[in-house]
């Protein structure tokens, strides 16, 4: 009898936590990074959703990218990725990106953009994310950025 593979019901939507100084009036090309990790070392769960709702501090373009980067754990069980804090003038390095989305152009000053990363890898261990604005215009000075994220693998049992 062949297997059939299946989705497994996905966590609960938890979510990430980051500090405000990192996020308001963020300007475009800077980062944030969450505060806690992801612990991925006992469910080891194979995929993970990521959603979003930020607030802007222009109006967005043709060229509006936000993107979200997964950094894991390092061997020495203290440094994440490329060893990236939060900043408002770089990124992570981009072979840590897990993906990016356009936002609608023309989203203007004080309004949100909501969006998701779906089947994002999750690489067993901790890990946390880092929010990416490449918007082409800050964030909002009370950006009040909301990121969750939910874990699932695949059940080959049907």
Excluded: C, E
């Amino acid at each position: 009898m062949a297997a059939i593979a299946k989705w497994n019901t996905p966590s609960a939507w938890t979510a990430l936590t980051f500090t405000a100084a990192d996020l308001n009036s963020l300007a475009s090309g800077g980062g944030a990074l969450s505060t806690a990790a992801i612990a991925n070392s006992t469910g080891l769960d194979l995929k993970m959703d990521v959603s979003w709702v930020v607030t802007v501090g222009g109006t967005t373009v043709a060229a509006s990218l936000i993107t979200i980067f997964s950094l894991p754990l390092n061997q020495d069980g203290s440094t994440y990725g490329d060893g990236y804090a939060s900043s408002t003038t770089t990124l992570p390095a981009a072979g840590y990106a897990v993906g990016s989305i356009a936002p609608k152009v023309g989203i203007t000053s004080g309004n949100t953009i909501t969006g998701i990363i779906p089947f994002i890898d999750l690489p067993p261990g901790d890990v946390k994310l880092a929010f990416g604005n490449n918007l082409t215009v800050a964030l909002s000075s009370t950006a009040a950025l909301t990121l969750k994220y939910r874990t699932y693998d695949v059940n080959l049992n049907g």
